[in-house]
């Protein structure tokens, strides 16, 4: 596969990157970044995935969260995926919520969004060979996590594909979408009205069904505008309910922007590093 | 004055304000963010000055320079003021680096700018007269740094105002602007062609002339694609020459981005809190 650099900073001592090929996936072109830690000079390091939410790009995690300081020091590299295909001759919907920037990681089956809408297989397959590849990575140790949106991508990844994610933390996450006015329009447009599709993309029910053979990192803030839309207590209550092991943090005064994020970015990446380095 | 809240966010335990209020300086609206550290619920707080560079407003360092964590470890307040007047009816050039976004942190003494354009009286006189009244700062504890055209604005303030300023930084400034496209156009636009006005505005000048009281530190990439119009080796020339004590860093494979800025930016809180906080 061809990768077309479009930029590449220093920054902390690494290199953050911006690259974009052409996807099979989603037939569109798509752009990602990349963050290598000092550490990747001279060896293969572990990755936390990075999935970001609504309306965002590669771009924003990359610039608002802070990260880097934190993956230069545990020595993880970064990788910041779109939050969908983008384009003309790419479905898209005038609502923020729904199309272009809207993918809800999953593979889409309902026309018109069944021809690019195909994040799930994007995200878990074709940009992991492409990226495992091109840069010095240890794909036996992969991490994910994310924002929003991207904490659900991250959440039912990492539940769905456990072998793959051994360390999974979201931020905020849309946590049981197919409750949600963040879910039920979605999930219907993409996948249809068959509930048990809507099920394998739902935190909340995948925790119920199956949960996560480690441990799981959520932070929320308390101030959140979008509590009534991400629905953390459901989530919850799965875990609890499940005996599932899990640190979930209700941190008083955040909301949901990136300041947030950006306040507890570094014990997220600590987090996974701890989790993702071999013990010496 | 009359201060109009636009938002408000809980970071790094502290909060990250943004703020509109009406200048009598610039005779505009103006907007500034205020970053409060979580020691300021207790007792007034040191305050450093982020001044940032063409094109930007209060709100590009506010949110990708990572400088809240460093401010909250060390207890300083940031404010991040806008880089020049704005909105119809105020002066404006289609060039990015002329007029709004381009203050240059000068008072302009040209028509058509001299009516609006005198961010310097605004940065050192009515904006402090404002946050050490609205927020529990302490007014005899101020550092300033900035980015570029911030990093001029920085480092002029502070040569000219020592008293006010006890502790100075500065990322790839502008160093000598009398010598440069980015200044010449400026300050002929602004100021006219006398030479003497511009030299109470080009760092070098002022280094040669007066220096500065304390130490002074610079980070400068050595990738940065701006190296010809910044001259820092006519600043560090004048320090040398002049016995300025002083940190000068060139830093191998940064460019002039704010992945350079946030690479260093918890140095420079950390310099600037060891100078503004009283030893115990």
């Known amino acids: 596969?061809?990768?077309?650099?479009?930029?590449?900073?220093?920054?902390?001592?690494?290199?953050?990157?911006?690259?974009?090929?052409?996807?099979?996936?989603?037939?569109?072109?798509?752009?990602?970044?990349?963050?290598?830690?000092?550490?990747?000079?001279?060896?293969?390091?572990?990755?936390?995935?990075?999935?970001?939410?609504?309306?965002?790009?590669?771009?924003?995690a990359m610039t608002k969260a802070g990260a880097q300081d934190h993956a230069a020091r545990e020595g993880l590299a970064l990788i910041f995926p779109d939050t969908s295909p983008r384009g003309e001759g790419v479905a898209d919907d005038e609502a923020f919520d729904l199309g272009q920037g809207a993918g809800f990681y999953l593979n889409a089956t309902q026309d018109p969004w069944a021809k690019h809408f195909r994040m799930w297989d994007y995200i878990a397959q074709e940009l992991p060979d492409l990226v495992f590849d091109a840069f010095p990575l240890d794909r036996a140790a992969q991490g994910i996590t994310g924002h929003s949106m991207g904490g659900h991508g991250a959440l039912t990844l990492a539940m769905t594909l456990p072998d793959t994610y051994r360390s999974v933390s979201a931020f905020a996450p849309i946590a049981n979408p197919s409750e949600s006015d963040w879910g039920r329009k979605q999930f219907a447009a993409y996948l249809g009205e068959d509930r048990d599709a809507w099920a394998a993309h739902d935190a909340t029910l995948l925790m119920a069904d199956r949960g996560y053979p480690g441990e799981i990192l959520i932070d929320q803030g308390t101030e959140d505008q979008f509590l009534d839309l991400l629905r953390p207590e459901a989530l919850a209550q799965a875990i609890v309910a499940r005996r599932q092991p899990a640190m979930i943090r209700m941190q008083p005064g955040y909301d949901h922007s990136y300041f947030f994020v950006q306040s507890f970015m570094g014990d997220h990446v600590a987090w996974h590093a701890e989790r993702l380095w071999d013990p010496v």
């Open 1 to 60: 596969m061809t990768l077309e650099t479009i930029s590449e900073n220093r920054s902390f001592g690494g290199r953050q990157g911006v690259y974009r090929h052409a996807s099979k996936a989603t037939g569109t072109d798509m752009t990602f970044a990349v963050y290598l830690p000092p550490q990747a000079e001279t060896a293969e390091v572990p990755v936390l995935w990075y999935l970001s939410g609504l309306t965002c790009t590669h771009e924003n």
